[in-house]
Nanobody
Framework: QVQLVESGGGLVQAGGSLRLSCAASGRTFSGYAMGWFRQAPGKEREFVASINWSGGRTPYADSVKGRFTISRDNAENTVYLQMNSLKPEDTAVYSC????????????????WGLGTQVTVSS
């Protein structure tokens, strides 16, 4: 079992930054690819970014490319999402997930999920 707990969400003005963290406990963290997903009210959950076990592969959704950066610290069992130049359309609940695969892009490809943290961007 892997438990995932997100933190770092909050209210920020457009153009601001936030850094989300996802702390993992349980099985060997470094053995999993990690991902961030988000869901806005009334919308489908969407892929944001993922990262393979070594951090060498980091695909992003087009909507966040160039603004968001995913990273991981295997010694600290934590994955991060640095979000810069935030826009009101980034408002959503952000959740992390873990997959035993190399990389993943869909929520249902994950083996474990966190409960999420709210990010609200005001205009």
């Amino acid at each position: 079992q892997v438990q995932l707990v997100e933190s770092g969400g909050g209210l920020v003005q457009a153009g601001g930054s936030l850094r989300l963290s996802c702390a993992a406990s349980g099985r060997t963290f470094s053995g999993y690819a990690m991902g961030w997903f988000r869901q806005a009210p009334g919308k489908e959950r969407e892929f944001v970014a993922s990262i393979n076990w070594s951090g060498g592969r980091t695909p992003y959704a087009d909507s966040v490319k160039g603004r968001f950066t995913i990273s991981r610290d295997n010694a600290e069992n934590t994955v991060y999402l640095q979000m810069n130049s935030l826009k009101p359309e980034d408002t959503a609940v952000y959740s992390c997930a873990a997959s035993s695969g190399f990389l993943f892009y869909r929520w249902d490809e994950a083996d474990y999920w966190g409960l999420g943290t709210q990010v609200t961007v005001s205009s």
